[in-house]
Each structure stands twice: as C-alpha cells, then as structure tokens.
C-alpha cells in the first residue's frame, strides 16, 4: 500500500519556524514531482509549493516565496522549511506526489496525498 505520511505540524508563534516532513512508504518517487499544497476550512486546497522529479527546480506560491523551502533528500522523503510563519499561514498541510516530473501546481494532477498535519501560527 502507497502512503504518504506528514509530520511536523503544531502551534507556534508568529515569526517562528517549522519543518514538516513527508515519507513515503509502499513504493520510490524518485520520478515524481513533490508538492505541498494547504487547506483552511471552507476553502480549496491551494498549492504552496512544489519540486520537480530531478529535484533542480523548485516553484513557490506568491505568499510564501522567501519564507519557505520544499526540498527532497532521497527517494522516499520530502521537506517544506517554514521561517517567518505568519498567522496566515495556519492550515492543514498536505504532501503530495505526481508522475508528471515537471511538477504542476494544480492539485488535480497529484495522484497520491498524506493525511495532512495542522500547523497553527498565533499572532
């Protein structure tokens, strides 16, 4: 069974830092792009960022760029790097994977999601 596992996720204080992991389980994404999209109640799921299979290249969204780092050690496991959190930024974070190497930023392209873990920032 392919799994996706997030963690990482908590409370913390505007200004302050987190890193949420994602580890893969069941197969290799080695030739899949990686992505972390976030969701709040009542709203889309909405891309956050994204890194490509080779793991060169990497697309941020708008709000988060020069804050935020996904990158990917290894075949199995990826990381979003979150400094200067903003209470705008509390959600629930989902890690994602799609064969489509170049890495969209649509969600509808991703073919397999973690659970998602709650990051909470307070102002």
């Known amino acids: 069974q392919v799994q996706l596992v997030e963690s990482g996720g908590g409370l913390v204080q505007a200004g302050g830092s987190l890193r949420l992991s994602c580890a893969a389980s069941g197969r290799t994404f080695g030739d899949y792009a990686m992505g972390w999209f976030r969701q709040t109640p009542g709203k889309e799921r909405e891309f956050v960022a994204i890194i490509t299979s080779s793991g060169r290249d990497t697309t941020y969204a708008a709000t988060v760029k020069g804050r935020f780092t996904i990158s990917r050690k290894n075949v199995v496991n990826t990381y979003l790097q979150m400094n200067s959190l903003k209470p705008e930024d509390t959600a629930v974070y989902f890690c994602?994977?799609?064969?489509?190497?170049?890495?969209?930023?649509?969600?509808?392209?991703?073919?397999?999601w973690g659970q998602g873990t709650q990051v909470t920032v307070s102002s």
């Open positions: 994602a994977a799609t064969p489509i190497g170049g890495g969209p930023t649509n969600a509808r392209w991703y073919t397999y």
